[in-house]
């Protein structure tokens, strides 16, 4: 099964910056809505962003003002800005290809990127 590869990950400061990018098969990045995703140790995995064909765009509450996810179409890269981290920010971030228009299977996933955010 194709997998994605997420890169960008790293250890930072909070109040720093990270760029995660996600470059996926031109056939999934155009039939698939794009997403980031993070798990924290203990937790659950949360939805943290995503990003649809038509350019619609959502983002989670805890991120919202601080994250930026964007589609370069020309690069059928998906990628996430992460602005302003919090220690909370620290987690396991996936990138996801979901709901994917005529393909099987319907979604596929990244291996996951570290982000660790110190104070």
């Known amino acids: 099964q194709v997998r994605l590869l997420e890169s960008g990950g790293g250890s930072v400061q909070a109040g720093g910056s990270l760029k995660l990018s ?4 031109a056939y999934i990045y155009s039939r698939c809505e794009m997403a980031w995703y993070r798990q924290a140790p203990g937790l ?6 995503t990003a ?3 350019g619609t765009t959502t983002y989670s509450d805890s991120v919202k003002g601080r994250f930026t ?3 370069d179409n020309s690069k059928n890269t ?3 800005q992460m602005n ?3 220690t909370e920010d620290t987690a396991v971030y ?6 994917c228009f005529n393909l099987v299977p319907r979604e596929y ?3 996951g990127t570290q982000v660790t955010v110190a104070s």
Do not use: H, M, T
């Open 22 to 25: 996600c470059p996926a098969p």
């Open 52 to 54: 649809n064909k038509d």
């Open 109 to 111: 996933w990244g291996q």
């Open 94 to 99: 996936f990138c996801a290809a979901l709901r």
């Open 69 to 71: 996810i964007s589609r």
């Open 78 to 80: 998906l990628y996430l």
């Open 44 to 49: 659950e995995r949360e939805s943290v962003s």
């Open 84 to 86: 302003s981290l919090k």
